[in-house]
């Protein structure tokens, strides 16, 4: 039996309320002095860490070279491609002055009249355009092409609801942006690339992701595609955890990127872009915990095993550690992070309580009585099962076990997810159960008109057209007009 948290609301209760206060409990992130700006605690950026590690190895095998651009942008840079800046001026933070001042009445210091910029900087809300102002001076010939790029790095959109992780002013995240030589070969990377999100949601995420294309009214500020993956939560909403972006030859007319082909002749270069961002860690906490807390999958867990001794006395306690330090050492051997808790400040239960609550995928327990019976408690936290095993090659099942998690976590949101994709043809029956949430296939006529209906009379959008889903005849669910597949419909955050 789990010990009871206090203070942690029931998902059932209120599933946004738990979400908040679990973000805060499990030591991952507050709210700072900044209005809807957050502070990443270590825990939670350990967890960030484990996401970009594994991303970045992933990138970089297709490929991929990083690199780091300003984070201010001047204003006409943003301006020169239309769409691009209609799509995210109500969220810049802008520039305009350099320097500060005493208040000559004596009210702290003012902001320097005199010391205005002569042109504006925008704090990067995405940095396709001056990404696209640099790569003017980098690409000349076709030899120069690809040019595959990735950042790490933080943005600013300016928010006004903010809440930590899944909608924050200021986030981390990265964007790739590449450059090619044909349409074909952006077309490429840019499938490749969300394809590379959705294995990565699976594998390490536990996330079984639905990959798609974006309507027309839903794709990026001046792209021509937009792909996403789109995940559910438990409370049968959506949320967006990666795109990749097309962008066609837009953003090299506006910023006259051009090469000089095999020909000798000048071309456009093709472009795309593509991100995650620590929206992810908010995908990771709704997807898979529970009302004791947060259940990590073990290949993104920073702690993946913790060993907690019980004893009497300092004796007991030496002779629980010299059986410990081989495991430990074996453990390490196998890749698997572990952690060895001695530390006699807190009692064992308030140690089960703290690391069920930060979501350790295994607990080890060890006792004086266990030494003599060469066995250890196991704990698994994805199922709160204990079992008691033996010492003797424990290392080694454990290391099994936890791959075991990995994967019983994937099937269970998977098996949540499919349980809660709902056929539906018929509009009023449709408004009534989206308010229990979902996926909802439905038929639309591919009107912004009917999407932008659909969005103001039951709060539910367009996530995706799937990329998987096959051709089917039917008429739309608002309008009756044709239809010629089915399309993804839910509430997102």
Same mark, same amino acid.
């Given at each position: 039996?789990?010990?009871?948290?206090?203070?942690?609301?029931?998902?059932?209760?209120?599933?946004?309320?738990?979400?908040?206060?679990?973000?805060?409990?499990?030591?991952?992130?507050?709210?700072?002095? +900044?209005?809807?700006?957050?502070?990443?605690?270590?825990?939670?950026?350990?967890?960030?860490?484990?996401?970009?590690?594994?991303?970045?190895?992933?990138?970089?095998?297709?490929?991929?070279?990083?690199?780091?651009?300003?984070?201010?942008?001047?204003?006409?840079?943003?301006?020169?491609?239309?769409?691009?800046?209609?799509?995210?001026?109500?969220?810049?933070?802008?520039?305009?002055?350099?320097?500060?001042?005493?208040?000559?009445?004596?009210?702290?210091?003012?902001?320097?009249?005199?010391?205005?910029?002569?042109?504006?900087?925008?704090?990067?809300?995405?940095?396709?355009?001056?990404?696209?102002?640099?790569?003017?001076?980098?690409?000349?010939?076709?030899?120069?092409?690809?040019?595959?790029?990735?950042?790490?790095?933080?943005?600013?959109?300016?928010?006004?609801?903010?809440?930590?992780?899944?909608?924050?002013?200021?986030?981390?995240?990265?964007?790739?942006?590449?450059?090619?030589?044909?349409?074909?070969?952006?077309?490429?990377?840019?499938?490749?690339?969300?394809?590379?999100?959705?294995?990565?949601?699976?594998?390490?995420?536990?996330?079984?992701?639905?990959?798609?294309?974006?309507?027309?009214?839903?794709?990026?500020?001046?792209?021509?595609?937009?792909?996403?993956?789109?995940?559910?939560?438990?409370?049968?909403?959506?949320?967006?955890?990666?795109?990749?972006?097309?962008?066609?030859?837009?953003?090299?007319?506006?910023?006259?990127?051009?090469?000089?082909?095999?020909?000798?002749?000048?071309?456009?270069?093709?472009?795309?872009?593509?991100?995650?961002?620590?929206?992810?860690?908010?995908?990771?906490?709704?997807?898979?915990?529970?009302?004791?807390?947060?259940?990590?999958?073990?290949?993104?867990?920073?702690?993946? +095993?913790?060993?907690?001794?019980?004893?009497?006395?300092?004796?007991?306690?030496?002779?629980?550690?010299?059986?410990?330090?081989?495991?430990?050492?074996?453990?390490?051997?196998?890749?698997?992070?572990?952690?060895?808790?001695?530390?006699?400040?807190?009692?064992?239960?308030?140690?089960?309580?703290?690391?069920?609550?930060?979501?350790?995928?295994?607990?080890?327990?060890?006792?004086?009585?266990?030494?003599?019976?060469?066995?250890?408690?196991?704990?698994?936290?994805?199922?709160?099962?204990?079992?008691?095993?033996?010492?003797?090659?424990?290392?080694?099942?454990?290391?099994?076990?936890?791959?075991?998690?990995?994967?019983?976590?994937?099937?269970?949101?998977?098996?949540?997810?499919?349980?809660?994709?709902?056929?539906?043809?018929?509009?009023?029956?449709?408004?009534?159960?989206?308010?229990?949430?979902?996926?909802?296939?439905?038929?639309?006529?591919?009107?912004?008109?009917?999407?932008?209906?659909?969005?103001?009379?039951?709060?539910?959008?367009?996530?995706?057209?799937?990329?998987?889903?096959?051709?089917?005849?039917?008429?739309?669910?608002?309008?009756?007009?044709?239809?010629?597949?089915?399309?993804?419909?839910?509430?997102?955050?």
């Amino acid at each position: 039996m789990a010990i009871e948290l206090k203070g942690l609301t029931k998902r059932q209760d209120n599933y946004s309320q738990w979400y908040n206060e679990l973000v805060v409990k499990a030591d991952l992130a507050e709210q700072s002095a +900044v209005r809807g700006c957050m502070v990443i605690k270590p825990y939670g950026y350990a967890i960030w860490e484990k996401m970009q590690q594994t991303l970045d190895r992933m990138f970089k095998e297709t490929g991929v070279k990083n690199a780091y651009f300003p984070l201010l942008i001047p204003k006409s840079f943003l301006c020169r491609e239309a769409e691009h800046v209609e799509g995210f001026a109500k969220e810049c933070a802008v520039v305009t002055h350099y320097r500060l001042k005493n208040d000559p009445n004596g009210k702290g210091v003012i902001v320097d009249p005199e010391a205005r910029l002569e042109e504006e900087l925008i704090v990067r809300p995405t940095s396709e355009t001056i990404i696209w102002g640099t790569y003017k001076n980098w690409i000349h010939s076709w030899r120069d092409l690809p040019l595959i790029t990735n950042q790490w790095c933080n943005v600013m959109r300016w928010e006004m609801r903010t809440r930590m992780f899944l909608r924050t002013s200021e986030f981390l995240w990265q964007e790739g942006h590449c450059a090619h030589a044909t349409a074909e070969e952006s077309e490429a990377r840019t499938v490749q690339m969300i394809n590379l999100y959705a294995e990565f949601a699976r594998k390490y995420m536990g996330l079984p992701v639905i990959i798609g294309v974006k309507t027309a009214n839903e794709r990026f500020a001046g792209a021509l595609n937009t792909y996403t993956i789109e995940a559910m939560m438990q409370d049968g909403k959506a949320l967006q955890s990666g795109t990749s972006h097309n962008l066609g030859q837009n953003f090299a007319k506006a910023f006259d990127v051009t090469f000089a082909n095999k020909d000798n002749q000048p071309e456009y270069v093709w472009a795309n872009s593509w991100g995650v961002s620590t929206r992810l860690m908010g995908a990771l906490i709704m997807a898979h915990s529970d009302d004791n807390g947060l259940v990590l999958p073990p290949h993104l867990a920073p702690i993946q +095993v913790v060993i907690v001794p019980i004893y009497k006395n300092a004796e007991q306690l030496a002779k629980i550690t010299e059986a410990v330090m081989p495991i430990t050492e074996r453990l390490a051997e196998l890749g698997v992070s572990v952690k060895y808790d001695d530390a006699d400040n807190r009692r064992p239960g308030f140690k089960f309580a703290d690391y069920e609550l930060k979501g350790v995928p295994v607990r080890l327990v060890i006792g004086a009585r266990d030494l003599e019976n060469g066995t250890v408690e196991v704990m698994r936290r994805d199922t709160l099962e204990k079992e008691t095993m033996q010492l003797a090659g424990i290392a080694d099942n454990v290391a099994s076990l936890l791959e075991e998690i990995q994967d019983n976590i994937y099937q269970k949101a998977l098996k949540m997810r499919d349980a809660r994709i709902i056929k539906c043809d018929s509009y009023d029956e449709f408004k009534e159960k989206i308010e229990d949430g979902g996926f909802f296939l439905c038929h639309w006529d591919g009107t912004t008109e009917t999407e932008e209906r659909i969005k103001a009379e039951t709060k539910a959008t367009i996530r995706c057209i799937p990329l998987d889903g096959e051709e089917e005849e039917g008429v739309c669910m608002v309008t009756g007009r044709p239809s010629k597949r089915r399309v993804i419909i839910a509430r997102a955050y």
